[in-house]
């Protein structure tokens, strides 16, 4: 079975930082690409990151650029997302997801696998 297990969450200050786990399990870790997804309260879901299978190549959402980093460790089969200079919109609920190909992308429609996400709340 595929499992997705995100963890790190919590409640951080404006302008601080967070790291996002991942663990994935039941597949070929280091095939996929990963992506992290974001939802807001009251809001739909947002594409915020994703990582090739390789992790050499990634990509960003224009509203995180310059302040998240997505990384993987395959030999942990473990997905990053280190979250800096945080700000109250970032305030969601953080998924992962595989992708079904080893390069990864914004469409939702190439996730297969999902987690159960973890709550991230910025607020002073």
């Known amino acids: 079975q595929v499992q997705l297990v995100e963890s790190g969450g919590g409640l951080v200050q404006p302008g601080g930082s967070l790291r996002l786990s991942c663990a994935a399990s039941g597949f070929n870790f280091s095939s996929y690409a990963m992506s992290w997804v974001r939802q807001a309260p009251g809001k739909g879901l947002e594409w915020v990151s994703a990582v090739n299978s390789g992790g050499d190549s990634t990509s960003y959402s224009d509203s995180v650029k310059g302040r998240f980093t997505i990384s993987r460790d395959n030999a942990k089969l473990t997905l990053y997302l280190q979250m800096n200079s945080l700000k109250p919109e970032d305030t969601a609920v953080y998924y992962c997801?595989?992708?079904?190909?080893?390069?990864?992308?914004?469409?939702?429609?190439?996730?297969?696998?999902w987690g159960q996400g973890t709550q991230v709340t910025v607020s002073s």
């Open positions: 997801a595989k992708s079904v190909y080893s390069s990864g992308s914004y469409y939702f429609d190439e996730y297969d696998y």
